[in-house]
């Protein structure tokens, strides 16, 4: 018994003396140090460019990083410039083709130890074949475009893709310049103050494929937006008073320039009033800029509903080349217009009807495809009270653009 006991004791002695060694070849040239590992890894994506980034290590040792991908067949080497964890360090790796990517970093020290690999999979890098499949957001089919009296014109878009960051509209202002506005994801209408009509629009829209990503992509082209048309209102501000030598003169301070100063309602302030007269009798104005007339408004004095000198029979001549001494064969007919009464009923007597009619603004259309007038002038050929003098408060003239 006592023999087989020392043979044990003597065969774990030689067992453990010989393993106890066992580790020496994985020492062979020395003791292997792993420098320290970056945190945090993750992407941004681009245009054929991806952006990487990560917390550095805190390990002060560390030297520089390597990026590897494609298999280990390209790679890049960044120089460690902070070791505090709370940074970040950024790389953009340029001259990627389209394609999904794996991106492994080591970081290394200065003997050239290198340290466990951490890897960033599935980077999306986007290009060409991302772009063209983008679209222009859509407009607003139903309802593109609406003008305002004064004018100023707004495009309506639909609700864009959530990627959409914003939409160019490029368009001629009135100065014949070419400018660009932007609408945003959020915004469904942009309004542009100095479109200028009969001019072309088109627009392209901007997404980005990912949050944050670091570059923007276009659609491939740009798309047209419906073409413009507008009835708007003659700008007032060009009018001016004329006064050729067979028009009547105006009376009690009620001068002509009144009939474009905004003012509908006596309650506002005075209109036209016109010194007496044998009728016909006629007064003249320029609006500032030749213009093919659609229709216009006219705004009696309420003081004397469909009486006194309230115009019911007139005439409206339009020329481009008026004489100072008023002669007519300057002027071309536009339109002989009667004013309407709705209740038909007697001089000196309105209904409700009536006044509101008034009040609102008698709109009279002129002829289908006149030429464009610059100066106008209004021959009145019997007023509602059969007055030798007429009277008005405004006129509004509209065009289309």
Not at 16 to 29: A, I, P
């Amino acid at each position: 018994m006592k023999l087989y006991i020392g043979l044990v004791c003597c065969c774990v002695l030689l067992a453990c003396s010989k393993k106890d060694k066992d580790y020496e070849h994985f020492l062979e040239g020395g003791e292997i140090v792993y420098p320290g590992v970056i945190a945090n890894t993750s992407y941004r994506a681009g245009d054929q460019r991806v952006q990487l980034y990560w917390n550095p290590s805190p390990d002060p040792n560390v030297k520089e990083y390597h990026i590897l991908w494609n298999n280990n067949q390209d790679s890049l080497v960044v120089p460690a410039a902070t070791f505090n964890p709370k940074d970040t360090v950024r790389v953009t790796i340029p001259g990627l083709a389209e394609y999904v990517y794996s991106f492994t970093v080591y970081s290394y020290d200065q003997n050239g130890n290198r340290s466990i690999p951490m890897t960033v999979n599935n980077v999306r890098v986007y290009g060409p074949v991302y772009t063209n499949g983008l679209l222009n957001r859509a407009y607003n089919a139903d309802n593109p475009y609406s003008v305002s009296v004064d004018g100023k014109l707004t495009l309506n878009f639909n609700q864009p893709d959530t990627i959409n960051i914003h939409t160019a509209i490029r368009y001629t202002n009135r100065q014949d310049q070419l400018a660009t506005v932007y609408i945003g994801p959020t915004d469904n209408s942009i309004t542009i103050d100095d479109y200028k009509f009969g001019t072309s629009l088109d627009y392209r829209s901007a997404y980005v494929p990912m949050v944050r990503a670091i570059d923007t992509f276009n659609a491939p082209a740009y798309s047209e937006f419906p073409t413009v048309t507008a009835i708007v209102m003659m700008d007032k501000s060009k009018f001016a008073a004329m006064k050729l030598d067979n028009d009547v003169s105006d009376a009690w301070g009620w001068v002509m320039s009144n009939l474009w100063n905004g003012y509908s309602n006596e309650s506002q302030g005075a209109g036209f009033h016109s010194a007496d007269y044998t009728a016909p009798a006629s007064f003249t104005f320029d609006m500032g800029q030749a213009a093919s007339l659609k229709y216009f408004r006219l705004w009696s004095r309420a003081s004397g509903y469909y009486n006194y000198g309230n115009l019911k029979t007139f005439e409206l001549y339009g020329s481009n080349a008026p004489v100072q001494n008023g002669d007519w064969s300057a002027w071309t007919l536009m339109g002989h217009f009667t004013s309407h009464k709705p209740s038909g009923t007697p001089v000196g007597t309105v209904t409700e009807e009536d006044k509101a009619f008034q009040d609102a603004g008698e709109s009279f259309d002129f002829p289908a495809g006149l030429p464009a007038y610059r100066y106008l002038r209004v021959k009145v050929i019997e007023t509602w009270g059969s007055t030798n003098y007429c009277h008005l408060m405004e006129l509004s003239f509209f065009t289309e653009l």
